[in-house]
T-cell receptor, first 110, second 116 residues
Framework: EDKVVQSPLSLVVHEGDTVTLNCSYEVTNFRSLLWYKQEKKAPTFLFMLTSSGIEKKSGRLSSILDKKELFSILNITATQTGDSAVYLCAVDNAGNMLTFGGGTRLMVKP | DAGVTQSPTHLIKTRGQQVTLRCSPK?????VSWYQQALGQGPQFIFQ???????QRGNFPDRFSGHQFPNYSSELNVNALLLGDSALYLC???????????????FGAGTRLSVL
């Protein structure tokens, strides 16, 4: 059975801090790993990673995939209160079915 | 360009009743997937529809059924509701045809179902 585990479960930081969110996975037929941000209801797409060692960047957010060790990290630098959300990691098992982790709840205090 | 839209936003039902949730995919998308998200947990895959057929199914009982229409919109039906069916139901759309495996699922805002 495919499995995705995220850590930590929750995190409280102050504006300007840097955070690292972790995602490990066990999937029988890996195709890609995706990161989503969920503020209230709709998860919004952040990144898709398919190849190991490729770092994706979008402003203050970046992500790396390690296909050998089966994990990914999401980094957020210079955090802002608007970054407060649940961050979800999901793996596509080549059947276009996403298996999600439980999420990391990030709270950024002013 | 409208994103993924779901209706209704909220729904309250009692045990044993039946419910139908609706989803319109993002313009240009041909695939709809449904997920159940219990409070404090990540979404769980229910099933996926492509070309009006159920393409994949997660570990959910037959009480959960669906349909996809020729315009790619979709419905999720749940029969004989249980208290444990209370959750946020998310619909995601993607473009499967010709994407060479790099398709991204975009989510709607969900339907919050409460079963009393």
């Amino acid at each position: 059975e495919d499995k995705v585990v995220q850590s930590p479960l929750s995190l409280v930081v102050h504006e300007g801090d840097t955070v690292t969110l972790n995602c490990s996975y066990e999937v029988t037929n890996f195709r890609s790993l995706l990161w989503y941000k969920q503020e209230k209801k709709a998860p919004t797409f952040l990144f898709m990673l398919t190849s190991s060692g490729i770092e994706k960047k979008s402003g203050r957010l970046s992500s790396i995939l390690d296909k050998k060790e089966l994990f990914s990290i999401l980094n957020i630098t210079a955090t802002q209160t608007g970054d407060s959300a649940v961050y979800l990691c999901a793996v596509d098992n080549a059947g276009n079915m996403l298996t999600f982790g439980g999420g990391t709840r990030l709270m950024v205090k002013p | 360009d409208a994103g993924v839209t779901q209706s209704p936003t909220h729904l309250i039902k009692t045990r044993g009743q039946q419910v139908t949730l609706r989803c319109s995919p993002k313009s240009g998308h041909d695939t709809v997937s449904w997920y159940q998200q219990a409070l404090g947990q990540g979404p769980q895959f229910i099933f996926q529809y492509y070309e009006e057929e159920e393409r994949q199914r997660g570990n959910f009982p037959d009480r959960f059924s669906g349909h996809q229409f020729p315009n790619y919109s979709s419905e999720l039906n749940v029969n004989a509701l249980l208290l444990g069916d209370s959750a946020l139901y998310l619909c995601a759309s993607s473009l499967l045809r010709g994407q060479l495996g790099k398709n991204i699922q975009y989510f709607g805002a969900g339907t919050r179902l409460s079963v009393l």
